[in-house]
């Protein structure tokens, strides 16, 4: 059943993932150092200029899922769904839950360049390419202590929208590019 969505409640590939993961920083003097950026090349979103580290997922957590094997729930940009085949959960194309490309929404503000100090209400859509693998894998490496340790990768279109201070809403055109890789430890199992 790995592999096709809905898996078991218990006992079967998926429970390798089942819990709390948590991101380890690649910079040991950084704790909210990522592996993932964010590069944008809109002229809309000037903040957003250039390539920036983005950490999105400090935390993951994967319990058993309906249509899929997966479902993470940490709420940092939900819902992204996973389907397992041997060491990897992979977000399936479509989302079986939407019939759509899958996509998760993370909230942010903006700095608004018409009032000094006050902010605008914007979000970014991030959608995993097709083909590109989102994908967290199990590793045959251990952590401190023995903590089982899997590796986020993998990249998204992040399509940014934000209020322009006049009562409308700026869209990026051409979209961000987020990507990367981050590795993490388990701290909890069901």
């Not at 948590?22 to 909210?32: G, I, L, V």
């Not at 194309?93 to 000094?116: K, R």
């Not at 990768?153 to 940014?160: D, F, I």
Request: glycine content about 12%; some cysteine; overall charge negative.
């Amino acid at each position: 059943m790995a592999g096709c969505g809905g898996g078991s409640s218990s006992g079967g590939p998926q429970d390798a993932f089942i819990g709390r993961w948590f991101q380890e920083s690649p910079n040991p003097t950084d704790p909210t150092a990522t592996g993932f950026t964010l590069n944008c090349t809109d002229p809309n979103f000037p903040d957003f200029a250039g390539t920036h580290a983005l950490l999105v997922w400090p935390t993951l957590i994967f319990e058993h899922g309906t249509l899929t094997d997966l479902a993470e729930t940490s709420g940092n940009c939900s819902p992204l769904n996973y389907d397992v085949m041997g060491k990897s959960a992979t977000v399936p194309h479509p989302d079986p839950y939407l019939d759509s490309d899958p996509g998760c929404v993370i909230p942010f503000t903006i700095p608004n360049p018409a009032m000094a100090g006050a902010t605008l209400q914007a979000i970014v859509i991030l959608t995993p390419a097709e083909g590109a693998m989102w994908s967290f894998m199990l590793l045959d490496t251990k952590g401190t202590g023995g903590v089982p340790q899997a590796r986020l990768t993998g990249s998204a279109t992040g399509h940014l929208a934000a209020q322009d201070g006049m009562g409308g809403v700026i869209e990026s055109n051409p979209d961000c590019t987020y990507a990367g890789m981050d590795t993490y430890f388990r701290l909890t199992q069901p």
